[in-house]
């Protein structure tokens, strides 16, 4: 009870507190969330792909941040092999696409329409059958305000949306679908793939069937399993980004110990007559500690209930604002940060909690 007298004697000032750190927990939530997405969104591509090999440019290992240009005719020669089921080239390349009078850029992915290599996730709408028809990421199209129905402009040609995928937005930029025949003609240089999908006749080693890839285009090709070459791709996202949000994330942490430390502190300097009467008294040093401690685990739990209250009202308003920010918070991410919420209000709490042992119990006199 005395806790809570404490902490309610200055209302204004328990809200004050409570919604600050609420604020800082609400940061640390979706700046993990938004690395869930990313990290989902961005490599999604790959992972629904029922490729078993993917074969792109020699010294290229990942098409998240690696350059990769194959002649297209690779593809006939890779055919032969009797192991492989299908072999599907696709082109993909930075591309400005004119919505109205607004031109934006998309990472323009061209595909055999009814072949791998297309949206992993049709949300709205359907796949490509035509070169007059284009598949736009669900992210981009919510940003642009433009929906299944609608035409966009690449290079003067008008292009009809046939429909919207889930699972391509890359954050920095979002995946937009054409066939590859309109890909290829929009380039000066035709007859280009910058990776081919293949999937083998079941039964088939992938091994064996890469080393005879790898030796019969000899360093022209770079060959991967499925599960290596996701990896790869899951490498390159996290070795970009991790370090942005990590220190985010930890700064959010700091301003959440610092606040609760001052708090604290500022509630001990103002009760320093009621610790000098209880020490008079007999408490246990222990016992004034651990008080302070309470103090701080209590203030981060309020904190912590508002935070997961507001998380989602905030998180809708900011990806109305910003659709391609797709925070993605799950329950994992939630006890993560309920550890660590509690392990840095303890902490705080014994860094304010020194304060009562400077206190002497003669000051009650003064």
């Not at 089921?85 to 082109?91: E, G, N, R, T």
């Not at 919420?341 to 709490?349: R, Y």
């Amino acid at each position: 009870m005395y806790i809570w007298r404490t902490l309610l004697h200055h209302p204004f000032r328990l809200l004050l507190t409570v919604s600050g750190l609420a604020l800082c927990i609400v940061l640390i939530l979706f700046i993990l969330g938004v690395y869930h997405g990313v990290a989902t969104g961005s490599v999604d591509y790959v992972r629904k792909s029922a490729a078993d090999i993917w074969i792109l440019q020699a010294n290229t290992n990942n098409i998240m941040r690696g350059t990769s240009v194959l002649p297209a005719s690779f593809c006939d020669k890779i055919r032969k092999d009797r192991r492989i089921a299908s072999v599907d080239p696709v082109l993909m390349l930075f591309t400005n696409i004119e919505i109205g009078n607004e031109r934006t850029t998309a990472l323009l992915t061209g595909y055999t329409a009814g072949a791998m290599g297309g949206p992993p996730v049709i949300s709205s709408g359907r796949e490509l059958r035509t070169d007059g028809e284009i598949v736009l990421d669900q992210a981009f199209a919510r940003k642009h305000d433009i929906g299944v129905g609608q035409c966009v402009r690449i290079r003067g040609d008008s292009l009809a949306v046939v429909g919207l995928s889930s699972g391509t937005n890359a954050f920095v930029t979002q995946y937009a679908f054409v066939t590859l025949a309109y890909q290829q003609s929009i380039l000066e240089v035709p007859n280009l793939a910058s990776f081919f999908i293949v999937r083998l006749v079941p039964g088939s080693s992938v091994s064996a069937v890469m080393h005879d890839i790898n030796r019969k285009f000899p360093e022209r090709v770079s060959t991967f399993s499925h599960a290596a070459f996701l990896e790869n791709n899951i490498a390159e996202v996290e070795a970009g980004i991790v370090p942005l949000f990590f220190a985010i994330a930890l700064i959010g942490g700091i301003v959440l110990s610092i606040i609760l430390s001052l708090i604290l502190s500022v509630n001990i300097l103002e009760r320093r007559n009621d610790y000098a009467v209880m020490k008079i008294i007999g408490a246990p040093s222990a016992y004034l500690r651990r008080s302070v401690v309470l103090q701080s685990l209590l203030l981060a739990s309020l904190s912590e209930v508002v935070g997961l209250l507001l998380l989602h009202p905030i998180i809708a308003m900011i990806e109305s604002v910003t659709p391609e920010l797709a925070a993605v918070v799950t329950f994992q991410h939630v006890v993560l940060i309920t550890g660590a919420v509690i392990t840095l209000s303890t902490i705080s709490g014994l860094l304010a909690s020194t304060r009562v042992r400077r206190i002497l119990p003669v000051e009650v006199f003064t």
